[in-house]
């Protein structure tokens, strides 16, 4: 497997550098839409905000460049400027194009992106105020955890008080919790624990690390539950490979960096467990399907799956010494260098469709679509690889 530095330094970053930055109002635009048409006027969403400053971040500590420092500093002064609430803490969910909220809602996913911008902006640039907002964002999200039946809820209203309505996308269920909001809780606790050994922090990464295993962790099949009710009580059927690729590796991440030898043996484990599960959305053409829904099969092949997964195999791969996740890597690896990169445009398109065609109704950079998933795969088999 090679190449990987090349699509991040030739292909994914300089879409972003060249195409994204908002002269007139400051920060990034909103939107490019899969005609690789610009809106200017797209409102500005947190997500991709945070997930710029993560990437470019990560980018500079990687790589060294002082380009990508600088576009780390571009977002991390336009989000502290205009998505911090200065009033009620946290960020903003949503900026129109000049930079006024209109979408206050906290939604604790945005708070668990936020806190990994900055404490990847800390480990790449050591500046001191990104680790205070680190800390800030850490107790802010501890402040709103769930004491009685633990975990964390979706969302709440401007001045963190209750929300009728907690979706974070509209295809997702109005449920009090959720696997997605979880697992990006744990990625940033995973990141800050690198740069702050806090008891408070280490008890929060255990009690998350265990939710997981025993709350969201289907143990019969190895998938993860996707919804909850407040008591945990689980509300969805559905499947999403993605996630459960994403989550395999995510886990042990979260786990190594405690240095428990016996929770780190227990989570390879199941590790391991969840990576074979994943397997099972896997196409004859090497691709990751999106998910399962009773005895439908999403057949759309998304950016951000065939990302996640060239990381999960390789990791499990690593961890097993099973040369048959290795195999799975590649064969991901091949169809996104074949199917998903836009070699002309730069970055890579949304999806195939289940009929293999290009998928150009979905953005190509937008509130959901952003540099994190297939940056972080590049940089990530880069180390794995060595």
Request: charged residues 25%; contains cysteine; proline residues 2%.
């Amino acid at each position: 497997m090679n190449g990987f530095k090349e699509i991040l330094t030739k292909n994914i970053l300089p879409f972003w550098m060249d195409h994204m930055l908002d002269m007139q109002h400051g920060g990034f635009y909103g939107r490019i839409d899969g005609h690789n048409k610009l809106h200017p006027g797209a409102n500005k969403g947190v997500v991709l905000n945070t997930r710029i400053l993560w990437t470019f971040s990560a980018a500079y500590r990687t790589l060294g460049n002082p380009k990508y420092k600088t576009m780390a500093e571009r977002a991390y002064e336009y989000i502290k400027a205009y998505f911090i609430d200065k009033i009620h803490g946290g960020v903003f969910w949503e900026l129109d194009c000049k930079g006024s909220p209109i979408n206050r809602k906290k939604q604790l996913y945005a708070q668990g992106f936020a806190l990994y911008g900055f404490s990847e902006f800390y480990r790449a640039t050591g500046y001191a105020e990104a680790l205070d907002l680190c800390k800030e964002f850490f107790y802010l999200i501890e402040g709103t955890a769930d004491t009685e039946h633990g975990g964390y809820l979706e969302a709440f209203a401007e001045d963190w008080k209750p929300l009728a309505d907690m979706r974070l996308s509209a295809k997702d269920a109005n449920e009090k919790k959720s696997m997605n909001t979880h697992l990006h809780i744990l990625e940033p606790y995973t990141n800050l624990y690198r740069i702050w050994k806090h008891p408070t922090l280490e008890n929060a990464q255990k009690k998350l690390i265990d939710i997981f295993s025993n709350r969201i962790l289907d143990k019969k099949s190895g998938h993860l539950h996707l919804f909850f009710d407040e008591k945990w009580a689980i509300k969805s059927r559905s499947i999403s490979y993605g996630h459960d690729i994403e989550a395999s590796w995510l886990l042990l991440e979260a786990a190594d960096v405690l240095a428990d030898a016996a929770l780190v043996k227990d989570i390879r484990e199941l590790s391991l467990k969840i990576a074979v599960a994943a397997s099972e959305g896997l196409q004859r053409d090497g691709s990751l399907a999106y998910e399962l829904e009773g005895d439908d099969m999403d057949l759309d092949r998304h950016w951000w799956v065939q990302a996640e997964a060239v990381v999960g195999f390789l990791c499990a791969f690593r961890n097993s010494g099973d040369v048959a996740f290795s195999k799975k890597a590649t064969k991901v690896w091949s169809y996104i260098r074949s199917q998903l990169i836009d070699i002309k445009n730069g970055e890579w398109y949304w999806s195939r469709k289940a009929d293999g065609s290009i998928n150009l109704q979905e953005d190509k950079a937008g509130p959901w679509k952003c540099p994190y998933h297939n940056a972080r795969m590049c940089m990530e088999a880069l180390s794995l690889l060595g």
